[in-house]
């Protein structure tokens, strides 16, 4: 009998699991208070910039975290659902109570998670353009960059829509996700396995790399990049700061030299040097806020990186991994709130 095969069938896949009931209780309420507490801080975001949308929205800065919060409340209130929206049944998982439709749907919002990345990008980007050797005004860089940075941004939109005619959305374990069903139909390589062949999610493992993982790790990389560049400007900009310091206590100028040295600056239209350690510490509070911003981003998905690599590696799922995953995959709203009203450019 085909259902008696199938049922067979899962329960060799889920009786090699490791985590017992309290643990995969755990890994499914879990998502529920982090999900709700990152979807408040998203809506926090955006209400404060529209609520004041007649200044801050004529900021580059202000509109990369409008759209990157908008997508973020989606991605956040989905993975807070947790494993609800997965179908009714499902073995070894706990609280599922969906159907096929809404695990798609759950699948749909959640990969459209990567648009906050995207946009982590972008934001990095323009804090590089701001604090650059050559720094661009925010005039410059909304007229010239801004526009390709919100379209870049909206490449994985593009992913989450064809995810759908590929049935690509199916249960992941932690939520619905780029997955196989059922997922005795693949090996741990990806092939396909001899015991059953795919209903949904063919060459779901291919997708899960071309649509996530190495967007993901690109941007990543590209982010680290960015911010040795942004942190060797602003090492820079502060040695000449010192540099010049010293050379003006060696100097000692008159009253007289110090006016007219301040009058020849003006002409010459630089940076006063009495303005010069004020200059520097504005670039020290933008370098910093861009870090809090990235360290945000890194906290949200090294966990769920090192999950993965543990897959590829032993092929296995590690309980800590897992709950770390299932505990700040969601959190990148809240953390992000707490970066734009307390970080060293409170907003």
């Known amino acids: 009998d085909s259902n008696m095969r199938r049922q067979f069938l899962f329960s060799q896949v889920f009786s090699t699991m490791v985590f017992s009931f309290s643990q995969r209780k755990a890994l499914s309420i879990i998502p529920h208070i982090t999900g709700a507490l990152s979807v408040i801080g998203s809506l926090s975001i955006l209400y404060d910039i529209l609520k004041d949308r007649s200044r801050k929205l004529h900021r580059p800065y202000y509109r990369i975290l409008l759209g990157m919060s908008f997508f973020d409340v989606f991605a956040s209130a989905s993975l807070g659902m947790s494993t609800w929206p997965i179908p009714r049944g499902t073995e070894g998982v706990y609280g599922a109570i969906g159907t096929t439709q809404t695990c798609t749907a759950q699948g749909f919002f959640i990969q459209l998670m990567l648009v906050s990345p995207f946009y982590n990008l972008m934001l990095a980007w323009y804090y590089l353009l701001l604090g650059k050797n050559k720094p661009l005004s925010e005039e410059a860089i909304a007229s010239k960059y801004e526009k390709y940075m ?32 059922p997922p005795t139909c693949k090996n741990k390589d990806g092939t396909h396995g001899p015991d059953w062949p795919c209903e949904r999610g063919e060459n779901a493992w291919l997708f ?23 942190t060797r400007a602003v090492r820079r900009e502060e040695k000449q700061v010192i540099e010049m310091q010293k050379q003006t206590r060696l100097r000692r100028p008159s009253f007289e030299r110090e006016e007219e040295i301040r009058r020849e600056q003006h002409l010459q239209n630089y940076i006063p040097q009495r303005e010069q350690p004020v200059h520097l510490e504005r670039s020290k509070q933008m370098f910093y806020q861009a870090v809090f911003y990235v360290g945000a981003f890194y906290i949200t998905y ?46």
């Open 150 to 181: 919100h379209a870049f941004a909206m490449i994985p939109v593009l992913f989450a829509v064809m995810g759908l005619p590929l049935t690509l959305y199916n249960s992941a374990d932690l939520w619905c996700w780029i997955a196989a069903y």
């Open 208 to 230: 899960r790399w071309t649509f996530f993982y190495a967007p993901l790790w690109f941007i990543i990389t590209a982010i680290t990049v960015m911010m040795i560049i942004l």
């Open 302 to 347: 090294v966990f769920a990186t090192l999950n993965r690599l543990t897959q590829l590696i032993g092929g296995d799922n590690i309980f800590v991994f897992m709950i770390m995953t299932s505990t700040l995959t969601p959190m990148q709203g809240f953390l992000n709130f707490l970066v734009y009203r307390h970080g060293p450019c409170v907003a």
